[in-house]
């Protein structure tokens, strides 16, 4: 059986995809797994052995859709469901799959705030979609692989993080979603181990002020790094605090503890971080079903009625007060990563 999996972008959503792919791979005997994302997306599953083929999109939809037709595909397997999709799954003219991406019901809970958004998870969602060829969800969460061959110098980071830091990823694909730079340096201050910051090169400045409060203890990794370096970063880190973006969801694949800092979006449009068959205790924690173990934290500031604002972030708050992110509570997050560091 041979299936096309398609989504285009972005880090977050394709490492989402994950648990399908895998458990398509898996339980499918024989299934010849392809995998389709804009060539810009190249990196995020370039190293996933549960994927034989890869195909790129770039610019030109028609000769994407040439390339594929000669495959004869039995199944498309669509996990983004946009127009780009639809076009190619009308002009391969086979079975497709689609995820429930549940556009009218992000509508009304970002603009109307009423909602009737599901509380099933994205990847869950993933999975459900290949229900028609039995295929179940295994439980075993999120993947990101790194190549072999990517590795860090041993002077990647000063000698004094060696054993061990906080990733705090001060980078987001919209303003909305960052915390402004004085609460993220309140927060470096009350973080008690070295602060590695991750982010790319559009944050290298952002970084260079947070850490000028004490660049002994806070390193400014923005832009230094690829993306699968940066990877390594988060692999290594003792915890990860991070704004909803795509290390987030990488931080999760590695298992790594997290605190999760929403602003225009929410765990509402069910995004949250992922982890293997996991459920929430009394204090709404996500926690291992198996061993109890707290692995994430939500930072929310409760009961703001305009939030989420937007499915993705916007360049600056649409009420002009960004309560959002200016009324976090720097010192519980703060609290969060330390203990979350000492238990690593």
């Known amino acids: 059986m041979r299936l096309l999996f398609i989504r285009f972008s972005s880090i977050g959503d394709i490492v989402f995809t994950t648990p399908a792919i895998r458990a398509a791979k898996q339980q499918l005997p024989g299934a010849e797994i392809h995998f389709l994302t804009k060539a810009s997306m190249k990196a995020v599953t370039e190293a996933n052995p549960h994927i034989d083929h890869f195909h ?8 994407t859709i040439n390339g594929l037709k000669a495959l004869n595909f039995d199944y498309v397997i669509d996990l983004h469901k946009n127009l780009r999709t639809f076009k190619i799954k ?50 075993k969460g999120l993947d990101y692989f790194i190549p072999s061959a990517i590795q860090l110098s041993e002077n990647a980071l000063p000698a004094s993080y ?30 008690k181990f070295p602060v590695v910051l991750i982010g790319g090169k559009e944050d290298a400045l952002e970084g260079e002020q947070v850490a000028s409060i004490n ?10 790094f690829n993306l699968h370096e940066s990877a390594l970063l988060v692999q ?22 997290t ?8 765990p509402a449009l069910n995004v949250e971080p992922y982890y293997p068959t996991m459920e929430l205790n009394a204090n709404k924690v996500g ?19 305009c939030q989420p604002c937007s499915n993705y972030g916007t360049k600056q708050c649409p009420q002009g007060h960004f309560a959002c992110m200016r009324q976090q509570n720097i010192t519980t997050i703060a609290a969060k990563a330390n203990g979350y560091y000492e238990e690593a």
């Open 162 to 191: 060696r054993d061990g830091y906080i990733a705090l990823v001060i980078g987001a694909s919209f303003a909305s979603k960052k915390l402004p730079i004085p609460q993220l340096q309140d927060l470096c201050k009350q973080l």
């Open 215 to 224: 660049p002994a203890n806070i390193f400014n990794a923005c832009g230094k």
């Open 90 to 139: 009308r002009a391969l003219g086979v079975s497709a799959l689609t995820y429930k991406k549940l556009s009218w019901q992000k509508l009304l809970l970002t603009k109307l705030h009423f909602n009737f958004m599901p509380n099933r998870h994205i990847s869950d969602r993933c999975v459900d979609a290949l229900a028609p060829l039995g295929v179940v969800n295994d439980g």
């Open 236 to 257: 290594q880190s003792k915890t990860v605090i991070s704004h909803d973006t795509g290390f987030l969801y990488i931080a999760c694949a590695f298992h790594k503890k």
């Open 287 to 305: 926690v291992f079903s198996n061993e109890g173990a707290e692995m994430y934290y939500n930072a929310i500031v409760p009961n703001l009625p």
């Open 259 to 266: 605190i999760a800092i929403w602003g225009a979006t929410s």
């Open 56 to 63: 790129y999109f770039d610019k030109d939809l028609s000769a």
